[in-house]
């Protein structure tokens, strides 16, 4: 007797590369595109999410054809293209019912539509509906792997230009001009992690505005080296390492310079790098500075979620001073929703935890958090949820507890102090604070530092009769513009 069965439908083809959108790319990382296609967007008036994993999702053929948003945004950046010429599918060919093959939509896209990017509907936003901060096993499936893997390991030939780990002082390590001499190996994986450490450094003195646009070489040449092939497994954890963190570094100076979309975008550029290779600690950090744009961008609550995302993949490390940061982490997302209990609770976790010590196992990028850090992150706390006398208290002990070498920071907790001190009423003081940072401003270029002062400047408006707080008011105004 024949099967009452329904034989299963035939498994999808595997999507095609997009080998000509990804010649269209050059020598860009996957990040620095995205953020050119939300400039260009911007340009014509349209909003685009675009980040570095829709990027790899286009260049992996998973996308088939752009919305009609995308598409207007892609002509503009290269007119005379058709979509065709983009090396996407004529939109006719993957619209409607009709027109789509019975093998072209897996059976799980049917019956589980929350999930499916629905090409046919021409959905391109650059994530799906999973929660990225839930680190989850079910959540680690194979489509995932692979869609990242494609993204950055097998992205295509990228040119190496000689010399580009050394703008400023970045190391060049063994590389040559045109593609690298042989396969990268530890004096290339050493110029990665020292490009690393340099940036970190000069950003501790002088903040970021000087530095964004300069540490993007070093970064695409990490994911070039990537790109060139590692025969050693020892080496290519290094580079991957090396180049997640990189990419960490790169996106704080967007950060700290105010260009946010570009941050999330490097910071979810390193976050893809920790989960192909499953690198616990890189996953933490990337969460870490996640949690802290999403505070400053005004999305408390995925602050939270990021921390948490944190602290679940730094728990196997062994770090308490990490695990500290991370609670303080979110802390500032409970203050963000001015849910004062949960922000207390994660303030005394993170004492405890920074109390029990320094250790073996705290990560190298962690030398900037001590006392001082702790002490600033908590005025933070306190400031969102109003509570300005105790802010203050905590912004001054922070400012006075930083080590001379951390410029930047000396001047972030005073702009802190100085705001907290002209939201509680005490004008003079505030402006007094508020030339400290002024007289810092020399040395240090942040836009975090300077939008936190203008706030202090309009806060004093109404106490611009009085001396001290006139001359601060002069001096503010007479600040030079700095280029976005």
């Known amino acids: 007797m024949a099967s009452s069965r329904v034989p299963p439908p035939p498994s999808p083809l595997p999507p095609r590369p997009n080998l000509a959108f990804r010649r269209l790319r050059g020598p860009r990382s996957p990040a620095e595109f995205a953020a050119a296609v939300r400039r260009s967007a911007r340009e014509i008036g349209e909003r685009v999410s675009c980040d570095a994993r829709y990027v790899g999702r286009v260049e992996a053929g998973e996308i088939r054809c752009p919305n009609y948003a995308y598409e207007r945004v892609f002509l503009h950046m290269f007119p005379g293209r058709t979509l065709t010429d983009l090396g996407f599918a004529p939109r006719s060919s993957v619209r409607g019912r009709g027109a789509r093959a019975a093998g072209d939509t897996p059976l799980a896209h049917l019956t589980s539509p929350a999930r499916n990017p629905i090409e046919t509907q021409e959905a391109c936003e650059p994530y799906d509906t999973q929660d990225p901060y839930d680190t989850h096993e079910h959540h680690e499936n194979r489509e995932e792997s692979d869609v990242l893997r494609r993204v950055f390991m097998r992205s295509g030939t990228v040119t190496v230009a000689a010399g580009s780990l050394a703008p400023q002082g970045f190391p060049i390590g063994a590389m040559t001009a045109g593609r690298p001499a042989r396969r990268p190996g530890a004096s290339e994986a050493g110029a990665v992690e020292e490009a690393v450490r340099r940036i970190r450094l000069l950003d501790d003195r002088h903040g970021a505005d000087g530095l964004y646009r300069r540490a993007a070489a070093p970064l695409r040449t990490a994911y070039a080296l990537l790109d060139a092939g590692v025969t050693r497994q020892s080496i ?249």
């Open 236 to 484: 290519a954890d290094r580079l991957h390492s090396g180049a997640g963190e990189l990419a960490i570094s790169v996106g704080w100076l967007a950060h700290d310079s105010g260009r946010f979309d570009d941050a999330r975008s490097h910071y979810a550029e390193a976050l893809a790098t920790a989960r192909t290779t499953g690198d616990d600690a890189l996953e933490a950090h990337a969460f870490c500075n996640a949690a802290f744009l999403a505070r400053d961008a005004g999305r408390p609550r995925e602050a939270v979620r990021a921390a948490q995302a944190a602290q679940r993949a730094a728990r196997p490390l062994g770090s308490a001073r990490l695990m500290s940061l991370l609670a303080l982490r979110e802390a500032g997302g409970w203050a963000g929703l001015a849910d004062r209990a949960g922000c207390e609770q994660a303030l005394v976790r993170a004492q405890v935890l920074y109390e029990r010590g320094p250790s073996d196992a705290d990560p190298e990028w962690m030398s900037f958090y001590g006392e001082a850090e702790l002490e600033g992150l908590e005025a933070q706390c306190w400031s969102a949820l109003g509570d300005w006398p105790r802010a203050a208290r905590h912004a001054r002990r922070a400012a006075r507890l930083q080590d001379p070498h951390f410029t930047r920071n000396i001047a972030l907790y005073t702009a802190e102090l100085a705001d907290d001190l002209a939201r509680g009423g005490h004008p003079d003081e505030a402006a007094a604070a508020g030339v400290r940072v002024l007289e810092l401003l020399d040395q240090v270029q942040s836009s975090r530092i300077r939008t936190m002062l203008a706030g202090t400047a309009r806060v004093l408006l109404p106490h611009r009769r009085a001396a001290e707080v006139s001359a601060f008011l002069e001096r503010h105004a007479s600040l030079p513009r700095t280029a976005a």
